[in-house]
């Protein structure tokens, strides 16, 4: 008894190791993405990428779990099926960027530029888009869940099929210009 509880004790070591090194940012892809401006499937998470000039690249099906992008220029990138779940992209250009069933679960996005920006099917549940601007961005079939649109700019954008009923629209222009008041602290 004592061998086998020894023995799933350094099981679980083991795996709980594996588990916490899956969250580092692999040094060579963010190298490469540096250098290249390409890095699709790579593991970036964690990774410090504040105010990087990232426009135009590949970035298609990156991992960026909890990656710092504030400020970074992302624009007309391609970021098809990444995953930035609590990223914080606070202040990043994304103008026309590529978002296409995008993880961005718990993401920091304030003040975030989404003009023109593509993110159908994209998740935004529990994001902080405040003061964000997504005039005219694609937001088709997106899943917002509670996500933040305090002070955000939705004018033109296409909300169509995505449920707005636990958003938290605050001084929100819509895409119709017009201001909700909705869930006002």
């Known amino acids: 008894m004592k061998r086998l509880f020894l023995a799933l004790s350094i099981v679980w070591f083991v795996c709980l190791g594996l588990a916490q090194s899956a969250y580092a940012a692999i040094p060579e892809d963010v190298e490469k993405l540096l250098d290249t401006n390409s890095c699709p499937v790579c593991i970036l998470d964690e990774a410090d990428l504040q105010n990087a000039d990232l426009q135009n690249s590949n970035l298609k099906v990156a991992v960026l779990t909890k990656a710092n992008l504030q400020g970074a220029n992302l624009s007309k990138a391609n970021l098809m099926l990444s995953y930035f779940d609590r990223a914080d992209l606070s202040g990043a250009v994304l103008a026309g960027a590529s978002l296409n069933g995008a993880n961005?679960?718990?993401?920091?996005?304030?003040?975030?530029?989404?003009?023109?920006?593509?993110?159908?099917?994209?998740?935004?549940?529990?994001?902080?888009?405040?003061?964000?601007?997504?005039?005219?961005?694609?937001?088709?079939?997106?899943?917002?869940?509670?996500?933040?649109?305090?002070?955000?700019?939705?004018?033109?954008?296409?909300?169509?099929?995505?449920?707005?009923?636990?958003?938290?629209?605050?001084?929100?222009?819509?895409?119709?210009?017009?201001?909700?008041?909705?869930?006002?602290p």
Request: with cysteine.
């Open 104 to 184: 961005l679960s718990e993401a920091k996005l304030v003040g975030a530029d989404l003009r023109g920006a593509e993110m159908t099917q994209a998740n935004l549940n529990n994001a902080d888009l405040s003061q964000a601007n997504l005039e005219n961005a694609v937001l088709m079939s997106v899943v917002l869940g509670t996500a933040d649109l305090t002070d955000a700019n939705l004018k033109g954008a296409n909300l169509r099929g995505a449920n707005r009923s636990e958003v938290r629209f605050c001084r929100t222009t819509m895409p119709d210009g017009a201001i909700e008041n909705r869930d006002c």
